[in-house]
């Protein structure tokens, strides 16, 4: 079985600042994890995903996530937040031949 | 281009109405999903489908179903309709490889806002 635990249901970064967002995840077998985007009144938008290539996957819009076994791990990453950041971010992971299962996301503020 | 489409995007009903909402995708994508997301529980699954005439329940699949009788459509029915499934409704598809792995990477609809009063 797989979960999926985002550290901060909320979290807020001036224009410019480090993006930081936190997922650990649990998994039996080998994961496949994925970053999720959901703007206001809209599907979701996949951002990047891990599938046991590389371990730092780079995504669309300037966000990157390092799969780190050890800690369990797969956070995510822009070095440098702007205003059309602000939206809704989801971790999912998946055993590779099940549905994807997700965190309960994290609400990125970005602030002028 | 091809996509995924939900309609209604928007519904208010009464309790205990037989609702159904409707996914149909244009991706030719042999697996099917339903989720609701409501706030504090992130996006949950209900039913799932791996290709036509299979179906799976999910996480929170009680008093919801589903049937697939083609590639592009999964309607998902409420069969009498509670306040507690007030929730937007989310629809998503993904590939198969070649060798028959479920390609992980699903794409969303626009999602149904639907109030049951």
């Known amino acids: 079985a797989q979960s999926v635990t985002q550290l901060g249901s909320h979290v807020s970064v001036s224009e410019g600042a480090l993006v930081l967002l936190r997922c650990n995840y649990s998994?039996?077998?080998?994961?496949?994890l994925f970053w999720y985007v959901q703007y206001p009144n809209q599907g979701l938008q996949l951002l990047l995903k891990?599938?046991?290539?590389?371990?730092l996957v780079k995504g669309i819009n300037g966000f990157e996530a390092e799969f780190k076994k050890s800690e369990t791990s797969f956070h995510l990453t822009k070095p440098s937040a702007h205003m059309s950041d602000a939206a809704e971010y989801f971790c999912?992971?998946?055993?590779?031949?099940?549905?994807?299962?997700f965190g309960k996301g994290t609400r990125l503020s970005v602030i002028a | 281009d091809a996509e995924i489409t939900q309609s209604p995007r928007h519904k208010i009903t009464e309790t205990g109405r037989q609702v159904t909402l409707a996914c149909h995708q244009t991706w030719n994508h042999n697996n099917m999903f339903w989720y609701r997301q409501d706030l504090g529980h992130g996006l949950r699954l209900i039913h799932y489908s791996y290709g036509v005439h299979d179906t799976n329940k999910g996480e929170v699949s009680d008093g919801y179903s589903v049937s697939r009788s083609n590639t592009e459509d999964l309607p998902l029915t409420l069969e009498s309709a509670a306040s507690s499934q007030t929730s937007v409704y989310f629809c998503?598809?993904?590939?198969?490889?070649?060798?028959?792995?479920?390609?992980?990477?699903?794409?969303f609809g626009p999602g149904t806002r639907l109030t049951v009063l």
């Open positions: 998994s039996s077998v080998p994961p496949y």
């Open positions: 999912a992971v998946s055993g590779g031949n099940t549905p994807l299962v």
């Open positions: 998503a598809s993904s590939g198969t490889t070649s060798g028959g792995a479920l390609y992980n990477e699903q794409f």
């Open positions: 891990y599938t046991s290539a590389a371990t």
